[in-house]
C-alpha cells in the first residue's frame, strides 16, 4: 500500500530505538535469533498499537525521517527521535505488523515518524517517487543477522570482554588454572614461548592470563562482592596434561602445554588463567528497570581515579537486586554541603542532589555488575549513586 509521508514522522519512533528497538522485515524475524520478549513488553506494544505515543515524548527536532547507516547504534538513532530513548516497548508497538524481531534494526531502512491527532506512530518502509511518496509494507530482508546495528557502540565493550577477569568468589578464583612452569626454566615469558599449566581445563583451548586479583567491595557495607584480576595476555593449548608413572613406579604429574599469544605485560610462573568471555553484548535492548532499583558504583574499570563518557565501572548491584542486560541506569551527584552566608544566620546546609549521566548495564552477575557510562556531566568515581532513569 502508498501513503504520502505526511507532516508526519515515522511513528512511535518515540521509542524507536529504544534502544534496541530493532525494526526487521518478516523474513528476517523468521530465520533471525529468537530474542526474548516479556509479557509486559507486549503488553505495553498491544496498547501503543492502538493508541500511539504522544507527541510531547518525541526530541524537539525530531526528523521527519531517517535513513539508518552502517555506524549508526541504537542509542545514537533513539537520541535523535526521543527524548527517552530507552523506552522501546512503546515505539515497537507503533507497528506490530512490520516490526516482528523489536531487537534488529539493519543499515538502509528508512524509519518514518507518522503524526496525526495529537499521536506519533511509527512507519518503516521505502520512498517510490517524487512528491514524497512512501511504500509503507512489511519488507523481507535477507542478509546475516550480523548485518543488524548494535544497540550502543561495540568497540567500546570489545576491550573489557576481551581482558577483565572476574570472579564472583574466592573459591572460583582458587580453582583457577596457574602456570607451574616455564621454558628452559625462564623467569619471563614471551609471545610464542611455552608455558606449562595445571588445572581443570574442560576442553577450552583459548585463556586469558591474570595476576594480583583486587576484591570489589560494597561502598557501604564493605562486603566482597567480586575479585578484578590484573589482565596478562592470552595462551592457547598445545597440548592438554596427563598422570604418568616414574622410573620407580611413582605417579607424576605431566602439566599441561600452552603457547603465549599475545602479552600486556611479561608472563610467569604463578600467573592463573581464566576462559575467555563470551562475546555476548551485541543487540541488547536498553531499557529501564521494571523495579526500583538504586545502589553505588564500586570502582573504576582501569587505573583510573575517575572515570567519564565511554569508560566502564563496577556496580554493587546484580540479578538478585533485579538488574538485567540492557538496563539503563541515572547517575546522580551528591549535593554538596554549604553555608547560607546570605541569610545572615550562617546555617548549614545540603544541595540537592543532581542526576548528570546515564549507565548501560552490558554485564550482570549475582551481586555486581558491569555498566558502560553513556554519557556523564561530571567524573564519576567510586561512591556514586544510581537509580533508574
Known sequence: MSQRQPSCRALSLSLLMALGVGFSGVAQAQS????????????????????????SELAPNAPDSYT??????????????????????????????????????????????????????????????????????????????????????????????????????????????????????????????????????NGRREWRLFREPKPLR?????????????????????????????????????????????????????????PLAPRDFDNVVPRAPGKDVAGQVVSIYGDGLTAGQNHIVALNRGAQDGLERGHVLALWRDGRIAQDRVSGDNATMKLPDERHGLLFVFRVFDRMSYALILNVQEPVKPGDRFTQP
Open 32 to 55: 533471525g535469533p529468537n530474542y526474548p520478549v516479556t509479557a509486559q513488553q507486549k503488553s505495553t506494544a498491544q496498547q501503543v498499537a492502538q493508541a500511539g505515543v504522544a507527541l
Open 218 to 274: 560494597d561502598p557501604v557495607s564493605r562486603e566482597v562482592l567480586g575479585y578484578e584480576a590484573q589482565y596478562v595476555g592470552v595462551m592457547n593449548l598445545v597440548r592438554e596434561g596427563a598422570e604418568g608413572t616414574g622410573a620407580n613406579g611413582e605417579p607424576l604429574i605431566i602439566p599441561s602445554t600452552f603457547s603465549v599469544s599475545a602479552l600486556r605485560q611479561e608472563a610467569a610462573a604463578g600467573d592463573r588463567l581464566a
Open 68 to 201: 539508518v547507516k552502517r555506524g549508526d547504534t541504537l542509542w545514537g538513532i533513539s537520541g535523535i527521535f526521543l527524548k527517552t530513548p530507552w523506552r522501546w516497548p512503546e515505539l515497537w508497538g507503533m507497528n506490530l505488523q512490520q516490526i516482528r524481531n523489536p531487537h534488529l534494526i539493519f543499515p538502509g531502512q528508512v524509519l518514518y515518524l507518522d503524526k496525526s491527532n495529537g499521536r506519533a506512530r511509527l512507519r518503516l518502509g521505502q520512498p517510490v517517487g517524487g512528491g514524497g511518496t512512501v511504500k509503507l509494507s512489511p519488507q523481507v530482508r535477507e542478509g546475516s543477522v550480523d548485518d543488524a546495528i548494535s544497540s550502543v557502540p561495540v568497540h567500546l565493550l570489545e576491550p573489557f570482554f576481551n581482558e577483565a577477569v572476574i570472579f564472583e568468589t574466592s573459591e572460583e578464583l582458587l580453582r583457577a588454572p596457574r602456570i607451574v612452569a616455564t621454558q628452559e626454566g625462564r623467569v619471563m615469558l614471551s609471545r610464542g614461548e611455552t608455558a606449562y599449566v595445571r588445572g581443570e581445563l
